[in-house]
């Protein structure tokens, strides 16, 4: 199965989890129907009701896999690093994207990041801190997002980088270009459009503004029935997705899904907004 069908099947899950319902996936109209543009999945329950679902990914800015490459040099080596991780806490380290520029030792400023953080973490509560990176040959900023959780959770250090300030508007006009004729288009008793971020730089109510923002341009979206968020800068590595619902009601539904790779996932409902 191919991630995106993994990651709408998921969501699925997570959605009869939370309802009691038993929605399971019928057809992948994307995969069949070659000719046209097609929905990616139609779910039906034992009533016969039916969801289609179209998931998009929230497309990086212009210049992202240079800037990849550069972050990634730098960066990579905090993920996983049990010198920096704080009991009872995740951590979230932010850099703007563009940070990293080239011409310069990325494995040299990649220690000093990760000796910089080693010793301030420990030094710091739940909150948000701006730090400099001192000894680096370019001015290297970054954000530390520190935040309590459940003490049967794991602890995690994650790391993402925020989109440029105009950006974000026009990723998601072009998403709702794409995605929603493609939705409409399915006969379906409800139409639900599942965004996909792979970083965490924004969050679900920055992306719910660009919905507002966008109403007039868009007046398909009023016959959207909801609009969810996957967040899956996680996924992969620590097992567990977020999904935040953005309309109608936004973050009226909040849930962590753990645990999906086995038959016995669970799903968490989150209190608190990221």
Not at 17 to 27: A, D, F, K, L
Not at 38 to 50: K, L, R, Y
Not at 201 to 219: H, V
Request: aromatic share 8%.
């Amino acid at each position: 199965m191919k991630r995106d069908q993994l990651l709408v099947e998921h969501f699925l899950s997570t959605y009869n989890r939370h309802h009691g319902t038993s929605y399971r996936i019928v057809r992948w109209p994307d995969m069949t129907n070659r000719k046209t543009e097609a929905v990616e999945a139609v779910a039906s329950n034992e009533q016969g009701t039916t969801i289609a679902l179209e998931h998009t990914l929230i497309e990086p800015f212009k210049g992202e896999r240079e800037d990849t490459n550069r972050f990634m040099r730098v960066f990579s080596r905090l993920e996983g690093n049990a010198e920096l991780l704080k009991l009872g806490y995740d951590i979230d380290v932010i850099v703007k994207a563009g940070a990293i520029p080239t011409g310069f030792d990325w494995e040299m400023a990649g220690q000093l990041v990760q000796h910089h953080l080693a010793s301030q973490i420990p030094l710091l509560g739940e909150g948000r801190t701006s730090h400099e990176v001192a000894g680096a040959a370019f001015k290297l900023e970054v954000l530390l997002k520190i935040t309590a959780h459940d003490t049967r959770e794991k602890d995690h250090l994650w790391i993402s980088r925020t989109l440029p300030e105009d950006s974000l508007g026009a990723v998601v006009r072009r998403a709702l270009a794409r995605k929603l004729p493609k939705l409409l288009a399915e006969s379906a008793d409800f139409h639900i459009l599942l965004f996909e971020k792979a970083d965490i730089a924004r969050g679900f109510t920055d992306i719910r503004a660009e919905l507002d923002s966008l109403a007039c341009d868009f007046p398909d979206l009023q016959r959207i029935d909801e609009v969810w968020l996957a967040v899956t800068h996680c996924w992969e590595r620590d097992d567990a997705l977020f999904f935040y619902e953005l309309s109608p009601n936004l973050g009226g539904r909040r849930f962590m899904l753990e645990e999906t790779s086995t038959s016995e996932a669970s799903v968490k409902v989150l209190g608190a907004a990221v």
